[in-house]
């Protein structure tokens, strides 16, 4: 049938179904039909007087039939095949010489590419040069807070918040007893916080 190379077909996809747009004019819902299988659709348009016409598409990969539909638009036909798996498909129709026309998503969805991507940074920050200076003394503290019991973490706390940051200790024995004083040189001068 001439008309059917003729046929301006339009196609677009999420993860999940296969929407396609048949550029036919004047048809109506009476007179559209289509019959749906796994790996194939066929469109079939009855009007009165003329010829019937068929549309088949051979899918590039697999449907669910009886959650897949359609509407008749006055301009065009528009499919909504439910994919039978959840994937991209490279075309709409399948290619005589292509044994496969879709890629599944890799089982961690998303999340996949995001742990891939923190292994990496995980590994750059372990090539990273050895840190210096307050860095050094910045991480060399919160390894300790890290790995830390519960009373070594309320020592440093209490111990940094009541001296205004200059002491830092981790025995609760000592420091869980009395108020902590700053311990200062003799040249700074003491500033409150206030609270």
């Not at 044994?99 to 090539?127: F, H, M, Y």
């Not at 390894?143 to 025995?171: C, H, P, Q, W």
């Amino acid at each position: 049938m001439e008309e059917e190379k003729a046929l301006k077909k339009e196609y677009y996809q999420t993860p999940s179904h296969m929407n396609v747009s048949l550029f036919l004019k004047g048809c109506t819902e009476k007179e559209v039909r289509v019959e749906w299988s796994v790996a194939k659709v066929l469109v079939v348009i009855s009007t009165p007087g003329a010829e019937e016409g068929r549309i088949p598409i051979d899918l590039c990969a697999s449907i669910v039939p009886n959650q897949s539909t359609y509407k008749v638009f006055p301009t065009k036909i528009e499919l909504k095949m439910k994919k039978a798996i959840e994937s991209t498909w490279s075309t709409l129709e399948r290619v005589k010489e292509s044994a496969s026309c879709c890629r599944e998503p890799s089982t961690g969805g998303s999340n996949s590419t995001s742990n891939k991507w923190d292994s990496i940074v995980r590994e750059l920050q372990e090539e990273d040069e050895p840190l210096e200076g307050d860095a050094a003394l910045q991480n060399f503290f919160q390894n300790i807070y890290a790995g830390a019991d519960e009373d070594t973490r309320r020592a440093m706390n209490k111990s940094f918040m009541e001296s205004n940051g200059t002491v830092l200790s981790t025995n609760w024995n000592e420091i869980g007893k009395d108020k902590v004083n700053p311990r200062i040189s003799s040249e700074k001068e003491v500033k409150h916080l206030e609270q």
